[in-house]
Protein backbone atom coordinates (compact mmCIF):
# COMPACT_ATOMS: atom_id res chain seq x y z
CA UNK A 1 0.00 0.00 0.00
CA UNK A 2 0.83 3.57 -0.92
CA UNK A 3 1.17 6.64 1.72
CA UNK A 4 1.52 9.85 1.03
CA UNK A 5 2.70 12.06 4.19
CA UNK A 6 2.19 16.25 4.28
CA UNK A 7 4.18 17.63 6.99
CA UNK A 8 2.92 21.11 7.16
CA UNK A 9 -0.56 21.56 8.19
CA UNK A 10 -0.13 25.19 7.34
CA UNK A 11 1.83 27.80 5.66
CA UNK A 12 1.49 31.73 5.05
CA UNK A 13 3.90 33.61 2.79
CA UNK A 14 3.20 37.71 1.66
CA UNK A 15 2.52 37.71 -2.27
CA UNK A 16 4.93 37.84 -4.94
CA UNK A 17 6.97 35.56 -2.86
CA UNK A 18 8.32 31.79 -3.26
CA UNK A 19 7.09 28.85 -1.19
CA UNK A 20 7.81 25.36 -1.55
CA UNK A 21 5.28 23.06 0.19
CA UNK A 22 7.03 19.58 1.22
CA UNK A 23 5.69 15.97 0.34
CA UNK A 24 6.68 12.46 0.85
CA UNK A 25 5.33 9.42 -0.70
CA UNK A 26 6.14 5.43 0.44
CA UNK A 27 5.78 2.51 -2.57
CA UNK A 28 7.29 -0.33 -3.78
CA UNK A 29 5.73 0.70 -7.00
CA UNK A 30 8.85 1.60 -9.61
CA UNK A 31 6.65 3.81 -12.30
CA UNK A 32 3.83 5.89 -11.14
CA UNK A 33 2.49 9.18 -11.44
CA UNK A 34 2.84 12.49 -8.44
CA UNK A 35 0.83 15.54 -8.23
CA UNK A 36 -0.29 18.47 -6.54
CA UNK A 37 -3.89 19.30 -6.81
CA UNK A 38 -5.56 22.44 -5.37
CA UNK A 39 -8.68 22.65 -3.57
CA UNK A 40 -10.26 26.42 -3.40
CA UNK A 41 -12.52 27.35 -0.44
CA UNK A 42 -15.96 25.93 -1.30
CA UNK A 43 -14.61 24.86 -4.98
CA UNK A 44 -13.52 22.34 -6.69
CA UNK A 45 -10.15 20.15 -6.69
CA UNK A 46 -8.24 20.80 -9.57
CA UNK A 47 -4.58 19.45 -10.56
CA UNK A 48 -2.12 21.83 -10.53
CA UNK A 49 0.68 19.47 -11.85
CA UNK A 50 1.82 16.14 -12.54
CA UNK A 51 5.33 14.49 -12.54
CA UNK A 52 5.82 11.16 -14.28
CA UNK A 53 8.66 8.71 -12.03
CA UNK A 54 10.05 7.78 -14.97
CA UNK A 55 11.09 11.20 -16.22
CA UNK A 56 13.82 12.58 -14.51
CA UNK A 57 13.06 16.07 -15.67
CA UNK A 58 11.35 18.11 -13.11
CA UNK A 59 7.51 18.81 -14.45
CA UNK A 60 6.96 22.86 -14.31
CA UNK A 61 3.72 24.74 -15.30
CA UNK A 62 3.90 28.29 -15.11
CA UNK A 63 4.93 29.25 -11.98
CA UNK A 64 4.76 26.22 -10.44
CA UNK A 65 7.32 23.54 -10.05
CA UNK A 66 8.04 20.73 -8.60
CA UNK A 67 11.30 19.04 -7.34
CA UNK A 68 11.01 15.21 -8.03
CA UNK A 69 13.85 13.24 -5.97
CA UNK A 70 12.87 9.41 -6.11
CA UNK A 71 15.54 7.96 -4.58
CA UNK A 72 14.75 9.89 -1.25
CA UNK A 73 10.76 9.65 -2.33
CA UNK A 74 9.95 13.49 -2.08
CA UNK A 75 7.67 15.70 -4.18
CA UNK A 76 8.21 18.96 -3.25
CA UNK A 77 5.94 22.11 -4.61
CA UNK A 78 7.42 25.35 -5.41
CA UNK A 79 5.28 28.42 -6.39
CA UNK A 80 6.67 31.30 -7.49
CA UNK A 81 5.54 34.54 -7.59
CA UNK A 82 2.41 33.97 -5.49
CA UNK A 83 -1.08 35.34 -5.98
CA UNK A 84 -3.72 36.03 -3.51
CA UNK A 85 -5.43 33.15 -5.56
CA UNK A 86 -3.01 30.97 -4.82
CA UNK A 87 -4.92 30.79 -1.17
CA UNK A 88 -5.95 27.12 -1.07
CA UNK A 89 -5.54 24.21 0.85
CA UNK A 90 -2.79 21.83 -1.72
CA UNK A 91 -2.71 18.29 -1.38
CA UNK A 92 -0.28 15.28 -2.84
CA UNK A 93 -1.57 12.70 -4.08
CA UNK A 94 -0.09 9.53 -5.70
CA UNK A 95 -0.79 6.94 -8.29
CA UNK A 96 -0.04 3.94 -9.99
CA UNK A 97 0.73 3.62 -13.76
CA UNK A 98 -1.13 0.84 -14.29
CA UNK A 99 -4.13 -0.13 -12.63
CA UNK A 100 -7.08 1.97 -12.18
CA UNK A 101 -6.60 6.24 -11.66
CA UNK A 102 -6.91 5.79 -8.13
CA UNK A 103 -5.33 8.81 -5.88
CA UNK A 104 -3.83 8.28 -2.95
CA UNK A 105 -3.71 11.68 -1.37
CA UNK A 106 -2.06 13.64 1.79
CA UNK A 107 -3.48 15.41 4.33
CA UNK A 108 -3.19 18.65 2.35
CA UNK A 109 -1.73 21.70 3.69
CA UNK A 110 -3.08 25.04 3.92
CA UNK A 111 -1.27 27.84 2.25
CA UNK A 112 -2.58 31.62 2.86
CA UNK A 113 -0.95 34.18 0.84
CA UNK A 114 -1.01 37.68 2.72
CA UNK A 115 -1.41 41.13 0.69
CA UNK B 1 -19.81 20.96 -20.97
CA UNK B 2 -19.44 22.71 -17.52
CA UNK B 3 -17.50 20.03 -16.12
CA UNK B 4 -18.44 17.47 -12.89
CA UNK B 5 -21.77 18.22 -11.28
CA UNK B 6 -23.08 16.88 -7.84
CA UNK B 7 -26.00 17.11 -6.49
CA UNK B 8 -27.20 18.05 -3.97
CA UNK B 9 -24.20 20.47 -2.68
CA UNK B 10 -25.11 19.98 1.11
CA UNK B 11 -27.48 17.29 2.83
CA UNK B 12 -28.39 17.68 6.48
CA UNK B 13 -29.71 14.36 7.85
CA UNK B 14 -31.12 12.99 11.35
CA UNK B 15 -29.18 9.43 12.03
CA UNK B 16 -31.24 6.69 10.77
CA UNK B 17 -32.25 8.07 7.61
CA UNK B 18 -30.82 6.90 3.94
CA UNK B 19 -29.68 9.57 1.73
CA UNK B 20 -28.34 9.71 -1.92
CA UNK B 21 -26.11 11.83 -3.83
CA UNK B 22 -26.23 12.02 -7.72
CA UNK B 23 -22.85 12.73 -9.71
CA UNK B 24 -23.02 14.01 -13.25
CA UNK B 25 -19.75 13.28 -15.12
CA UNK B 26 -17.83 15.13 -17.98
CA UNK B 27 -19.84 13.52 -20.94
CA UNK B 28 -17.12 11.37 -22.75
CA UNK B 29 -15.22 10.28 -19.86
CA UNK B 30 -15.68 6.31 -19.16
CA UNK B 31 -14.49 6.07 -15.39
CA UNK B 32 -15.88 7.50 -12.58
CA UNK B 33 -14.87 7.78 -8.61
CA UNK B 34 -15.94 8.61 -5.64
CA UNK B 35 -14.23 9.97 -2.61
CA UNK B 36 -15.08 10.91 1.23
CA UNK B 37 -12.71 13.70 2.64
CA UNK B 38 -13.70 14.40 6.76
CA UNK B 39 -12.04 17.52 7.55
CA UNK B 40 -9.07 17.96 8.23
CA UNK B 41 -8.19 14.90 5.92
CA UNK B 42 -7.04 14.03 2.42
CA UNK B 43 -10.01 12.46 0.01
CA UNK B 44 -10.03 8.77 0.94
CA UNK B 45 -10.90 6.70 -2.36
CA UNK B 46 -14.14 4.73 -1.59
CA UNK B 47 -14.93 3.07 -5.41
CA UNK B 48 -15.23 3.37 -9.11
CA UNK B 49 -16.80 2.26 -12.20
CA UNK B 50 -15.43 2.27 -15.76
CA UNK B 51 -18.65 2.61 -17.75
CA UNK B 52 -21.29 0.81 -15.78
CA UNK B 53 -19.21 -1.78 -14.08
CA UNK B 54 -17.79 -1.36 -10.81
CA UNK B 55 -14.50 -2.19 -10.40
CA UNK B 56 -13.34 -1.55 -7.18
CA UNK B 57 -14.38 -1.17 -3.67
CA UNK B 58 -12.96 0.17 -0.67
CA UNK B 59 -12.82 -1.23 2.82
CA UNK B 60 -14.44 1.94 4.05
CA UNK B 61 -17.64 1.37 2.04
CA UNK B 62 -19.14 -0.65 4.68
CA UNK B 63 -22.68 -2.51 3.98
CA UNK B 64 -24.72 0.27 3.85
CA UNK B 65 -23.50 2.23 1.47
CA UNK B 66 -24.22 1.46 -2.03
CA UNK B 67 -22.99 3.23 -5.69
CA UNK B 68 -24.63 2.53 -8.98
CA UNK B 69 -23.62 4.24 -12.46
CA UNK B 70 -26.69 3.02 -14.76
CA UNK B 71 -26.04 2.50 -18.80
CA UNK B 72 -22.44 4.44 -17.83
CA UNK B 73 -23.69 7.94 -17.36
CA UNK B 74 -24.29 9.44 -13.74
CA UNK B 75 -23.32 7.81 -10.65
CA UNK B 76 -25.60 7.60 -7.79
CA UNK B 77 -24.51 7.20 -4.06
CA UNK B 78 -26.93 5.59 -1.65
CA UNK B 79 -26.00 5.87 2.29
CA UNK B 80 -28.55 3.86 4.87
CA UNK B 81 -29.35 4.08 8.10
CA UNK B 82 -27.10 7.01 8.25
CA UNK B 83 -24.46 7.14 11.22
CA UNK B 84 -23.14 10.30 13.12
CA UNK B 85 -19.77 9.15 11.64
CA UNK B 86 -20.73 9.49 7.96
CA UNK B 87 -20.61 13.31 8.01
CA UNK B 88 -18.19 14.06 5.43
CA UNK B 89 -17.68 15.72 2.06
CA UNK B 90 -18.35 13.33 -0.37
CA UNK B 91 -16.36 13.74 -3.75
CA UNK B 92 -16.99 12.68 -7.38
CA UNK B 93 -14.64 12.83 -10.34
CA UNK B 94 -14.31 11.69 -13.36
CA UNK B 95 -11.33 10.66 -16.05
CA UNK B 96 -10.96 9.67 -19.98
CA UNK B 97 -8.65 6.28 -19.55
CA UNK B 98 -6.62 6.53 -22.77
CA UNK B 99 -3.80 4.41 -21.95
CA UNK B 100 -0.90 6.01 -18.86
CA UNK B 101 -2.92 8.13 -16.53
CA UNK B 102 -5.69 9.87 -16.70
CA UNK B 103 -6.08 13.03 -15.19
CA UNK B 104 -9.58 12.95 -12.81
CA UNK B 105 -11.71 16.05 -12.59
CA UNK B 106 -13.47 16.39 -9.36
CA UNK B 107 -16.56 17.92 -8.95
CA UNK B 108 -17.54 20.55 -5.76
CA UNK B 109 -18.61 17.86 -3.55
CA UNK B 110 -21.86 16.85 -1.58
CA UNK B 111 -21.49 18.07 1.83
CA UNK B 112 -23.40 15.47 4.76
CA UNK B 113 -24.18 16.29 8.19
CA UNK B 114 -25.72 13.25 10.34
CA UNK B 115 -27.28 15.09 13.59
Known amino acids: AQTVTQSQPEMSVQEAETVTLSCTYD???????LFWYKQPPSRQMILVIR??????QNATENRFSVNFQKAAKSFSLKISDSQLGDTAMYFC????????????FGTGTRLTIIP | DTGVSQNPRHKITKRGQNVTFRCDPI?????LYWYRQTLGQGPEFLTY????????KSRLLSDRFSAERPKGSFSTLEIQRTEQGDSAMYLC?????????????FGEGSRLTVL
Open chain 2, 93 to 105: ASSFRQGGSGELF
Open chain 1, 27 to 33: TSESNYY
Open chain 1, 51 to 56: QEAYKQ
Open chain 1, 93 to 104: AFMKSFGNEKLT
Open chain 2, 27 to 31: SEHNR
Open chain 2, 49 to 56: FQNEAQLE
